[in-house]
């Protein structure tokens, strides 16, 4: 089964960035680890700033993976092009956000995406991506 873990801008920032909000672990590490405890899947990880290459990514793997876990970060409330692109596409994405961003500024708590995704993950760190894993590995899709 093959999984992507597709991350927006900052998020290369991740263990540095604001640890107070996103924790101290960068995303490299816990890659590492999420691997090893998903050896049956097949993951990738990509990460981009720039909202057009975040596009294309989804185009290229969004109708031959199994499923695409997405945090497209502050995109998320702004981008219509990210929410048009998970329209477009067949594979289902999973939206993940590490922080609970119904806590946070009004702006967050809008997102483009969440319509278009089969769920949405916030607030419980780096462990939602486990979640958002274990649907795709537990769930038919056909
Ligand atoms: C985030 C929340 C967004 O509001 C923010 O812009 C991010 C990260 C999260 O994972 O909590 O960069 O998506």
Redesign the pocket.
């Known amino acids: 089964m093959k999984i992507i873990i597709i991350h927006?801008?900052?998020?290369n920032l991740l263990g540095v960035r604001e640890p107070g909000?996103?924790g101290s672990e960068s995303f490299d590490a816990f890659f590492d680890t999420l691997k090893k405890e998903y050896a049956s899947l097949s993951l990738e990880y990509f990460q981009s700033n720039h909202e057009g290459a975040l596009v294309d990514k989804l185009h290229e793997v969004g109708f031959s993976y199994d499923g695409i876990v997405l945090?497209?970060?502050?995109y998320?409330?702004t981008s219509v092009a990210l929410g048009d692109a998970i329209a477009a596409i067949k594979t289902p994405v999973v939206e993940?956000?590490?922080?609970n961003?119904y806590a946070?500024e009004a702006f967050?708590h809008h997102s483009f995406i969440s319509k278009h995704c089969a769920g949405v993950i916030v607030g419980f760190g780096l462990p939602g991506y486990r979640l958002a894993l274990e649907y795709f590995a537990r769930t038919q899709h056909s």
């Open positions: 927006g801008p900052n998020l909000i996103y945090n497209a970060a502050a998320t409330h993940v956000h590490i922080s961003v946070r967050r």
